[in-house]
């Protein structure tokens, strides 16, 4: 089996506020996505790393949430612009609103065009870190709660035998019953 090469870590500064050490500590609200190229090469994140080696750009997450099959996941969503690039990417990580990391990721060696380039191309990127206690997480992104369709028609197919039109529609009527002046929104994976 082949050894991991990719993965996340928690900064010291990740693991104090996720941990809940202190008594009366504050809890962390990650805020953005920081994008690095590595110092110009691969390398992967060790122990009591604090920052990325060279941060290229840095962006407002446009998700935040706990992973629906492993209540200790937390995944962060970002996505670069098509207008923003001209840089490599080999590590990202997730930044308070102080811009301090708390969890810091290698990541497959890839380029970001320019626009000006002709690839005009956005960027989404997920980045799964791993902490002890979720209650010491704020997710309040936006006043939105994502519907991943993905994991509606998994669990809703193999049940069921509905078609996608049929769970849509099914989703839909579920969605206009709620009250209490929640927005929800369908998000399709790869849109």
Known sequence: MAEQKYFSILTPYGMEKTTGTFV???SVKPVYM???DGGGSF?????GQTALKNTVFEVELSNLYPDLDN???IVAEA???RNIGGFWI?????RDANHIDIAISNYPERYKPLLEEGA???SADKLIFQVSNTQNIEFSITPVDVLSLDDIWNAEKPNTGKSLLQVLDQIEQSL???SGGTTYALKINGV
């Open 34 to 36: 920081a994008y690095g």
């Open 79 to 81: 996505m670069i612009p």
């Open 176 to 178: 206009s019953g709620l």
């Open 24 to 26: 009366g500590e504050p």
């Open 71 to 73: 209540p200790y996941w």
């Open 120 to 122: 005009p191309t956005a």
């Open 90 to 94: 080999r590590e990202f990580s997730v």
């Open 43 to 47: 390398y992967t994140p060790v122990e």
